[in-house]
C-alpha cells in the first residue's frame, strides 16, 4: 500500500500535501516571439497542480544560456508576467511549485545566441555527439551538433552568477514557491564540477573546490535573494550523456551536499544516471548522500510508486520526482492513492508542438469508454 508517498512533507518554508514531485521537462512549447509562457503553458502546468511539487521545464536565466528552441526564460518583463500566469494557476488550485533556473553552456550554438556568438563554457571543448534544437535559418527546426564553446575569462564569471541573481528576484517577484539551481545533465555549472569538460587552471579549475566554486557562488547569490528555505539544487552524479566524464563524481556531490547542508538549503534533487548510460547510484553512496545532507532529498530515476514508497519507507528519500510519467498523466497522485493504471506517454510528442501530447492526456473522471 502507498502511504508515505501520499503523506504531507514540510520542505524548508513550505508544507507540501505530499511526496510525488514532478521532475522538471524540457517540452519546448513556449510562446513565440520571446520564449513567453503562454496559456498553453499555463495550462499545462495547472492540470499538474497535484503535485507535491512541481518543478517547472529548465528555464534559461539568460539569452546566453539558451540551448534549445522555444523554451521558456526568465530574463525579460514578458517572460516574467507569462510565469506569472502560470504560478497563480497552480496556487489557485492549492499547488507548489519551483523555478528551475537554467544555463546551458556549451549545449548550445551560435543560432541561439545574440548576434550568432559563440556559446560558453568553461573550457573551449566541444561536447562531442551532443545536439541542441534550433531554428535555422530557413525557419525550420533542426537537432544539429552544438559548437565549439569559448572558454569564459574569469572576468565574465561575475556575470554569470548575475544572471541567476537577477532570474531569482525575478522568479520572486512572481511568487515562486522554490527555486531550483540546475547544476545537472552536462550543463554550464555541472561543466565547471566535471572533470574533463573544465580544464582551467584558474580559481575555478583544478581542485574539487576550485570546480565548485562557480556552483556554490551562484547558490550564494540566489540564497541571498529569495532564502535559503525556498533553494533547492539539482545534481547528476555519474552521468555521461553530453560527453560529460567525470572522475569526481561522488566525490564532489558528496562535498557540495555537506556545503549546501551547511547553508542550509530546502533541497537536493538528486538526477539518477541509468536513463543516460552512466552506472547506478550505489546504496552505500546513497546512505552516504544521506548522511551528507541535512536538507529535504529527492531522487529522481524513472521509479513506479511502489519502488518510491519503498525508498521513503527506508528513510533514504524524503519525496521522489517524476518525469515521463507526468507528461502522461496529470492526475497522477490521484491513480497513485487509487493504484490505477497510467496513461502510457507518446514521444513523439515530447518536444514542440502543440496541446496534443501535452494538456489532452485524459484523466481518470475523463477516460474514454
Known amino acids: 500500500m502507498i502511504k508515505k508517498l501520499l503523506s504531507p512533507i514540510k520542505v524548508g518554508s513550505q508544507t507540501l500535501p505530499n511526496r510525488v514531485f514532478m521532475a522538471p521537462l524540457t517540452r519546448s512549447r513556449a510562446g513565440q516571439p520571446g520564449d513567453i509562457p503562454a496559456a498553453l503553458n499555463v495550462e499545462y502546468y495547472e492540470q499538474r497542480a497535484t503535485a507535491g511539487l512541481i518543478v517547472t521545464e529548465a528555464t534559461q536565466v539568460s ?5 534549445y528552441a522555444w523554451t521558456p526564460g526568465i530574463y525579460t518583463d514578458a517572460q516574467e508576467a507569462g510565469w506569472k ?8 488550485k492549492g499547488g507548489h511549485i519551483a523555478l528551475q533556473l537554467w544555463h546551458v553552456g556549451r549545449i548550445s550554438h551560435s543560432l541561439l545566441q545574440e548576434n550568432g556568438a559563440a556559446p560558453v563554457a568553461p573550457s573551449a ?3 562531442n555527439k551532443a545536439q541542441c534544437f534550433v531554428v535555422q535559418t530557413d525557419g525550420t527546426p533542426a537537432n544539429v551538433p552544438c559548437e565549439t564553446p569559448r572558454a569564459l575569462a574569469i572576468e565574465e564569471l561575475p556575470g554569470i552568477v548575475a544572471q541567476y541573481r537577477q532570474a531569482t528576484l525575478r522568479a520572486k517577484r512572481v511568487g515562486f514557491d522554490f527555486v531550483e539551481v540546475h547544476a545537472a545533465n552536462g550543463y554550464l555549472l555541472n561543466q565547471f564540477l566535471a572533470t574533463n569538460s573544465n580544464q582551467r587552471t584558474d580559481a575555478y579549475g583544478g581542485s574539487l573546490e576550485n570546480r565548485a566554486r562557480l556552483m556554490l557562488e551562484v547558490l550564494d547569490a540566489v540564497i541571498e535573494e529569495i532564502g535559503a528555505d525556498r533553494v533547492g539544487v539539482r545534481l547528476s552524479p555519474h552521468f555521461v550523456a553530453h560527453d560529460m566524464a567525470d572522475s ?5 556531490t558528496l562535498y557540495l551536499a555537506k556545503e549546501f547542508s551547511k547553508r542550509g538549503i530546502a533541497y537536493l534533487h538528486i538526477a539518477e544516471p541509468d536513463w543516460a548510460g552512466g552506472v547506478e547510484l550505489s546504496d552505500a553512496f546513497r546512505k552516504q548522500l544521506r548522511e551528507a545532507f541535512t536538507g529535504s532529498l529527492i531522487f529522481c530515476g524513472n521509479y513506479s510508486a511502489a519502488d518510491a514508497e519503498s525508498l521513503i519507507e527506508q528513510g533514504i528519500a524524503d519525496a521522489v520526482a517524476f518525469g515521463r ?6 492526475d497522477l497522485v490521484e491513480r497513485f492513492r487509487q493504484g490505477a493504471a497510467l496513461n502510457k506517454a507518446d514521444r513523439s ?9 501535452y494538456t489532452d492526456y485524459p484523466t481518470l473522471q475523463l477516460q474514454p469508454a
Open 63 to 67: 539569452r546566453q544560456g539558451q540551448g
Open 85 to 92: 500566469n502560470a504560478v497563480q494557476a497552480v496556487h489557485a
Open 125 to 127: 571543448l566541444i561536447a
Open 248 to 252: 569526481d563524481s561522488e566525490a564532489s
Open 325 to 330: 510519467s507526468y507528461i502522461s498523466n496529470p
Open 349 to 357: 510528442t515530447f518536444y514542440g508542438g502543440g496541446a496534443h501530447g
